[in-house]
């Protein structure tokens, strides 16, 4: 049995004494409510040591109307005293219990109209409402119909009669330690050692009070942390950028040919900024227009300076690894990035306008397209994913071009990402001699993964109960 | 990206093997399958590869990759003796003609389909939208050659496909569905582009429509293939895309002359490529009789010519082959990605994190020490929601989106305390206090710097609170600031200061403003700061776009 509390102790001592009483009465002995003493007591009761009796007693207040019919007799009554043989209607009508004792006996069936007279019905009585006027009982249908007429009120009483059972006489008779409980320690107590006569409070160790919410990193942040710390681990260096970007070097750096689809308004958030071409760009121009010194053929047609000249908000994180290449083009290079990036598409749960996207990139002389799927099989491990698989893809910019896939438990197969080897009409105009691995991913589709996430909107406009309960340690398996 | 319908007993009878051995490896030479129905598939192919935009492409390349019939793929063309003339009118306004005559069509309701399906597939991959090339497809035996590519009078009237009346070019652009479509691609132009026949009867009004006098049917047994455009590469791609789908089909294809050529050929491309260059690149060990037969595999043909040299001849359709390493690609795919050996490079470097994400990732830690909870809001907003509930004027270096999605998103941020009020309004409903905290990239014109920010409503919060957090956080960052009265209307006059760093403005925190929590649906009274972190000493967080 958990420790009694002080007022438990209090109860069960005034109860020793008087084993049985009424809740009142223990409040006066108690100094407190009967409402407290009652609390106490079912804790008591809980516990086996106490029975809590509730009597409800019912009660009959007369009601102003009704203290002057106690007195006077009901309006009925009084005029059936009035009524003799040939009395009529008219002798009636002045008498001041007519308007309701007429009513009230026509309504029993003690009189009847015959014509002007009024006759009593034999044996005309009027006692048993008078009866129960004077001694209300709440059996009886007679009081009923008082309290209907609101001759009477009707109160209910409660009433708690608390007794000691024989475990609590014994526990009693054991002896209780009655003395005053501390709350808080105080500065004084602590200092002066008032302490060591202190009774301390005890506590319900079971009962959770008031929850606290530490201040924490969003958990999508936290999976950021996780792969940067990872690219870290594998010796990447880290790359930060600008999220507003040149077509140059968001697009044309990167052979992606001005007439792509994806460089259209309705794929691409364009800006009015323009800003001017960097120093050396007619190579790309040549790249582009006839595959300048490599084997490449180029585009055709006619690159033009303005459309590379418009600004844009990044579409990827390449427009930074490739800038960064441009302005390091000795080997090794290996580099990351992490950062948002802008696709104009329609917002709905599994599309965003806005999303973070992580790219690497190795560069150095003598690396393979299998050293790039070494790379990505290492880092998909290391997060967790411990089945990964190839299979040829597509991009503007690299050849030969990858997906990568992971296998998750239940879900299946699932695209993570792209990539490839940068082509050598991206290389060659930036004067970078070596292949370039480059491979990127959606951070948000793990996220959503690993988070159990139906709509991606909900990491940036989170419900911050979500962030509350989402724990800082969350137990990953396969991955997610 | 274009997905194509594979109707089974067609693709079965092209590829001479069962649906099953072609499924489980169509995926390997480059394509996601999307479904599988009782009849066909549908399968999503790469924009690069416009030649497996059909039934009878993708069985050419699967013989291949399994194994059925490699090497090149030969296509006889022999003269049609027909010919076109071109108008040099057209010079600035379509210029570019191909044209060939395919005949022995058989169609049936599913190869008509599948014809119609490639030309709309090559509209939109080769032809960007038809502006770059256009394909009209004509029942040949209805005209008579030959044939005149002229710049017509807008007035010109003929009956456009699938309408019973004649109408003017101009109205066809007006009032017929493709016409509106497709209006923007020709409509400045004074004269219009116009094919027809010895007859003067007309084909088609490129890129927008044929007439109805040449409409392909169940019927049709001999075709006229016309393909305009702006890029004469584009032009060539398309012609030999369709020409040799419709050879695979049982087809024969004749050329036509156009300005005294004879047009198409449909002769393989030839390079010659290095097998140590491919080995380097891949990671695999080749010689060039291996490379070759490979390359054989993916229908190119292929032949070793020394230890190191492989000559290539690149099939007409394969309009992706711009660069050796395109072929490398298809080297590696033939291969299998599967059996490349995936080790890391043994390249050694060291792992060096950006110094601007390392004081963001400080700047966490204080704020979480103080009880801060991260969310990390979207960069795109409104003006409505960064100035105007703000009651702060517009910042001189907000950057619009020319086309934004919706009135939502129209700019991007340039503050990030707006954001987390915006925050607060969602959560109206969560238990109070609540301390969020945001840090991230916001943009001054073309220039994006980190900034960190931090919000407190309850009952309570106050400017001493606001006081206290900033300079926490500010402090364990070793920013050494100091701090005047400021004027930012987003705070109670009195109640409100800006940061100074080095003489300069480098954040503000104060008690926010009746007014602006009003504005924000709020209905407790909130302590915020927000700071640059350009302030943090060293931080290099500044990144030029250019």
């Known amino acids: 049995m958990a420790e009694l509390t002080q007022n438990e102790k209090r109860l069960l001592a005034d109860l020793e004494k008087e084993k049985t009483a009424d809740a009142t009465h223990l409040a006066d002995l108690l100094e407190a409510t009967p409402e407290a003493v009652v609390q106490w007591a079912h804790l008591a009761q809980d516990r086996g040591l106490v029975t809590v009796e509730r009597i409800v007693a019912k009660e009959f207040v007369y009601t102003d109307e009704g203290k002057v019919y106690l007195q006077k007799g009901l309006p009925e009554t009084q005029l059936l005293q009035d009524i003799l043989p040939g009395t009529t209607l008219v002798d009636l009508q002045n008498h001041e219990a007519f308007r309701i004792g007429f009513g009230q006996l026509r309504k029993k069936g003690l009189v009847k109209v015959e014509g002007t007279s009024i006759l009593k019905a034999t044996g005309a009585s009027t006692e048993a409402y008078e009866l129960a006027l004077k001694n209300p009982s709440a059996t009886d249908t007679a009081t009923t119909e008082i309290v209907k007429r609101g001759l009477l009120q009707e109160t209910e009483t409660v009433r708690y009669i608390i007794s000691i059972t024989t475990e609590g006489l014994a526990y009693a008779q054991a002896g209780l330690d009655l003395r005053g409980e501390t709350g808080t320690l105080t500065h004084e107590q602590i200092l002066t050692g008032e302490w060591k006569n202190l009774h301390l409070r005890r506590y319900d160790v079971t009962k959770l009070p008031k929850k606290a919410y530490p201040g924490k990193v969003h958990p999508y942040q936290r999976i950021i942390a996780e792969m940067r710390e990872i690219l870290l681990e594998m010796g990447f260096e880290e790359l930060y950028g600008g999220i507003v970007q040149q077509s140059f070097w968001n697009f044309d750096a990167l052979f992606q040919p001005q007439d792509h689809p994806a460089r259209e308004m309705q794929d691409t958030f364009y800006l009015r900024e323009n800003l001017p071409l960097p120093e050396g760009y007619e190579k790309v121009k040549a790249m582009h227009e006839s595959g300048g010194e490599t084997s490449s053929t180029g585009w055709g047609g006619v690159w033009k300076e303005e459309k590379a000249e418009q600004c844009v908000l990044r579409t990827h994180t390449t427009s930074v690894s490739i800038q960064h290449l441009a302005k390091n083009p000795t080997p090794p290079v290996k580099a990351f990035c992490v950062g948002r990036v802008y696709r104009r598409e329609t917002i709905d749960p599994t599309h965003l306008a806005e999303f973070e996207q992580l790219e690497g990139i190795v560069m150095d002389e003598g690396v393979t397209f299998g050293n790039l799927l070494g790379i990505l099989r290492e880092f998909y491990h290391r997060m967790g994913f411990l089945s990964v698989r190839f299979k040829p893809s597509y991009y503007p910019y690299t050849e030969p071009s990858l997906d990568a896939e992971v296998y998750v438990e239940g879900l299946g197969w699932i695209e993570m990402g792209g990539a490839g080897v940068f082509r050598e009409e991206v290389t060659a105009p930036l004067g970078i001699n070596y292949p370039v691995l480059a491979w990127g991913l959606g951070v948000s589709r793990i996220a959503m993964l690993r988070l159990g996430l139906k709509d991606l909107r909900y990491l940036h406009q989170s419900d911050i109960a979500f962030l509350r309960e989402t724990p800082v340690l969350r137990h990953t398996k396969g991955g997610v | ?546």
Request: glycine fraction near 6%.
């Open chain 2, 1 to 546: 990206m274009a997905v194509i319908t594979l109707p089974y007993k067609y693709l079965e009878r092209l590829t001479r093997t069962d649906r099953k051995t072609i499924l489980d490896k169509v995926a390997l030479i480059g394509s996601d399958v999307e479904r599988i129905e009782e009849d066909h598939a549908d399968v999503e192919f790469f924009p690069d590869r416009p030649d497996l935009f059909s039934p009878e492409g993708v069985a050419r390349a699967m013989r291949g990759y399994l194994g059925i019939e490699t090497g090149l793929p030969s296509y006889p063309v022999k003269p049609s003796g027909i010919s076109f003339t071109v108008d040099p009118k057209l010079a600035d306004i379509r210029p570019v003609l191909g044209a060939a005559v395919i005949r022995g069509v058989e169609f049936d309701d599913e190869s008509i389909q599948s014809i119609m399906s490639l030309q709309e597939s090559l509209h939109w991959a080769v032809g960007r939208g038809r502006s770059k090339v256009a394909i009209g497809i004509h029942d040949l035996d209805t005209v008579k050659p030959p044939f005149h590519y002229v710049a017509s009078p807008r007035s010109r009237k003929f009956v456009p496909l699938d309408y019973a009346k004649e109408m003017t070019m101009d109205e066809i652009l007006e009032k017929h569905p493709k016409g509106r479509d497709y209006a923007k691609i020709v409509k400045d132009f004074p004269l219009f582009p116009l094919i027809v026949d010895d007859d003067d009867h007309v084909l088609s009004f490129p890129p927008i429509i044929n007439g109805e006098r040449t409409r392909v049917t169940i019927d049709t047994e001999n075709i006229l293939l016309d393909t305009t455009g702006t890029d004469r590469r584009a032009v060539g791609v398309a012609v030999n895309i369709i020409c040799t789908a419709m050879a695979e089909a049982g087809a024969k294809i004749e050329s036509v002359e156009i300005d005294g050529m004879q047009t198409p050929t449909l002769a393989p491309v030839e390079r010659t490529v290095s097998v140590a260059e491919c080995s380097r690149l891949l990671g695999v060990e080749l010689t060039a009789s291996s490379m070759a037969s490979l390359l054989q595999k993916m229908r190119f043909g292929a032949e070793p010519v020394g230890a190191d040299t492989v000559k290539v001849q690149v099939p007409c359709y394969r309009a992706d082959i711009m660069h050796d390493w395109d072929l490398f690609e298809d080297v590696a795919i033939a291969y299998g990605y599967d059996r490349i050996q995936d080790l890391p490079p043994e390249t050694f470097t060291v792992g060096k994190p950006h110094p601007v994400q390392v004081y963001a990732a400080l700047a966490r830690e204080a704020f979480c020490g103080l009880g801060y909870l991260e969310v990390m809001p979207f960069t795109l907003t409104n003006e409505d929601v960064l100035y105007r509930k703000m009651q702060r004027p517009e910042h001189p270096g907000v950057l619009r989106v020319m086309h934004p999605i919706s009135i939502e998103n129209t700019v991007v941020r340039t503050d990030l305390l707006p954001l987390l009020l915006e925050f607060l309004t969602l959560n109206r409903h969560r238990e109070l206090p609540q301390r969020l905290f945001t840090v991230g990239d916001v943009v001054d014109s073309c220039l994006t710097y980190q900034q960190a920010a931090g919000v407190s409503i309850h009952r309570d919060a106050d400017f001493s609170e606001a006081y206290a957090s900033a300079d926490a956080v500010l402090h364990e960052l070793s920013i050494d600031y100091s701090v005047k009265e400021s004027a930012d209307q987003a705070f109670i006059e009195g109640r409100r200061a800006d940061i100074i760093v080095a003489g300069k403005k480098a954040g503000v925190f104060g008690e926010i403003h009746p007014a602006v929590l009003n504005a924000f649906d709020l209905e407790h009274s909130v302590a915020a700061f927000e700071i640059d972190l350009r302030s943090v000493w060293g931080s290099a967080g500044t990144q030029d776009s250019s």
